[in-house]
T-cell receptor, first 114, second 112 residues
């Protein structure tokens, strides 16, 4: 079945640690996105990538890093520079094109600082 | 700056009581407006795409409509299983391609 797989579902980070969230898609989508969701707030864009080896900062990129070495994969690293990383992280993908195309989401990773 | 607002923030309905959710947007170069449903602890599930003013889409008890400034999600005779957060998003043109701007969502509770 085609879809987006995020792992792990739950992740615990100690102070000062870097952690990496995995996102894999088999939908043959060009574009991939990372969003952060906090209680009572909408989705905020962290990074997005339209093609392999290229990505752009979103609204809240500070303290995060990404790579896009393969079309199918878009991992997100939460670095120690991110002071408030506890949140629900969502990865999405979509086709690129002139007309609007919907994004499909993974099931999310809940990151907690301990 | 592209913006999306949604109202109300939360809505409680009795089973069978129809209502509408609002999504207002300001965006340059709209490529599409999207509605999603999100259950607690899950990723958003795609519902509809609307491209131009006057367009309507329906799916079971849900109907989405679009004007030049806002979209409505009409829920007819809702059931408890329709309880979820409903998210609205717009896709806009940007210097680097396209991305999605989401509203804060409307939390819908349907009571039996």
């Amino acid at each position: 079945d085609g879809g987006i797989t995020q792992s792990p579902k739950y992740l615990f980070r100690k102070e000062g640690q870097n952690v990496t969230l995995s996102c894999e898609q088999n939908l043959n989508h060009d574009a991939m996105y990372w969003y952060r969701q906090d209680p009572g707030q909408g989705l905020r864009l962290i990074y997005y990538s339209q093609i392999v080896n290229d990505f752009q900062k979103g609204d809240i990129a500070e303290g995060y890093s990404v790579s896009r070495e393969k079309k199918e994969s878009f991992p997100l690293t939460v670095t120690s520079a991110q002071k408030n990383p506890t949140a629900f992280y969502l990865c999405a993908s979509s086709y690129s094109g002139s007309a609007g195309t919907e994004a499909f989401f993974g099931q999310g990773t809940r990151l907690t600082v301990v | 700056e592209d913006q999306v607002t949604q109202s109300p923030e939360a809505l409680r309905l009795q089973e069978g009581e129809s209502s509408s959710l609002n999504c207002s947007y300001t965006v340059s170069g709209l490529r599409g407006l999207f509605w999603y449903r999100q259950d607690p602890g899950k990723g958003p599930e795609f519902l509809f795409t609307l491209y131009s003013a006057g367009e309507e889409k329906e799916k079971e008890r849900l109907k989405a409509t679009l004007t030049k400034k806002e979209s409505f999600l009409h829920i007819t005779a809702p059931k408890p299983e329709d309880s979820a957060t409903y998210l609205c998003a717009v896709q806009a043109r940007s210097e680097y391609g396209q991305n999605f701007v989401f509203g804060p969502g409307t939390r819908l509770s349907v009571l039996p």
